[in-house]
């Protein structure tokens, strides 16, 4: 995190996201309940591009090839690659903006009700007027719980601006502080695309450019990847097929070898070879 009144870029400095990462090994549950809220917040973890630009994602495989004798190819193994995000976009300056007179508040309750001059109400008119207070009153208490509940649900960019010095510094400069501290903490955030928002994934390249004919805003061409993480599968017997199926299923044959008893009387040396001799020099 920078200083109040500084824009020194921190490159050794732990990120501020860097918490979170110990969080995930811990505590994988809480882990997604801060940094991934639900619904999946827009931009890059919450952040917006002032002017969007070009937007591409790669979704490539790699297949084996081998050839037989006869020069023929062959292939029979398809790895997929995790999917790569590229995001372009322009951060500005601000240069001008129109003040906007703010909205009048309305009252949250401008007519109260007075308990001695209510008209008398039937039983039914009562019971539905108990219901409706009921109702508002289980959704005013759901709406504080939700709002409480979202402190700790707060996306990335949200957790960067509320602490950062946004006030002192450029808006180019709080943008790419943003993403270092994305990159330098190696942190999994949601990034959105024409097509989607997509999960898990983390910066791998981050470009930023200033023309040289304006100081005013920042060309910023950033390379996400999808991450993907080895976990534990139970596989039942019987539900796979083909190949997995005959390595799975059960032995049926263990082998004649010590099954047949020998019979009584039998001499040892009969049972063990009928060819068996015994020389009489």
Not at 254 to 269: D, E, H, K
Request: proline share 8%; with cysteine.
């Amino acid at each position: 995190m920078i200083q109040q009144g500084q824009n020194i870029v921190p490159p050794d400095n732990e990120s501020i996201y860097q918490a979170l990462a110990t969080l995930q090994t811990s505590n994988p549950t809480a882990y997604l309940a801060i940094v991934s809220p639900s619904p999946l917040p827009p931009g890059i973890g919450g952040f917006l591009f002032d002017i969007p630009g070009d937007e591409e994602v790669r979704l490539r495989s790699q297949i084996t090839n081998y050839y037989l004798e006869n020069n023929t190819p062959v292939q029979d193994n398809i790895a997929l690659e995790p999917p790569t995000i590229t995001l372009r976009g322009i951060v500005a300056e601000l240069a001008g903006a129109t003040v906007l007179a703010a909205p009048s508040s309305q009252a949250a309750n401008p007519l109260p009700l007075v308990p001695g001059m209510m008209p008398p109400m039937t039983e039914q008119q009562q019971q539905s007027f108990d219901a409706a207070q009921e109702a508002a009153q289980q959704q005013s208490t759901a709406g504080s719980d939700a709002a409480a509940a979202s402190g700790t649900s707060q996306n990335l960019y949200s957790m960067w601006d509320a602490g950062s010095a946004s006030g002192s510094i450029t808006r180019q400069t709080n943008a790419f502080l943003y993403f270092r501290e994305l990159w330098a903490g190696q942190q999994l955030m949601s990034v959105q695309t024409p097509w989607g928002i997509w999960k898990n994934c983390a910066i791998l390249e981050i470009r930023p450019m200033q023309d040289s004919k304006t100081k005013y805003m920042t060309d910023f061409t950033i390379t996400f990847q999808e991450m993907r993480f080895a976990g534990e599968a139970t596989v039942t017997i019987g539900s796979v097929a083909g190949r997995n199926q005959q390595q799975t299923s059960p032995k049926t044959q263990t082998g004649n070898a010590g099954q047949t008893p020998i019979p009584v009387g039998t001499s040892l040396q009969t049972a063990i070879s009928p060819y068996h001799y015994t020389s009489t020099n």
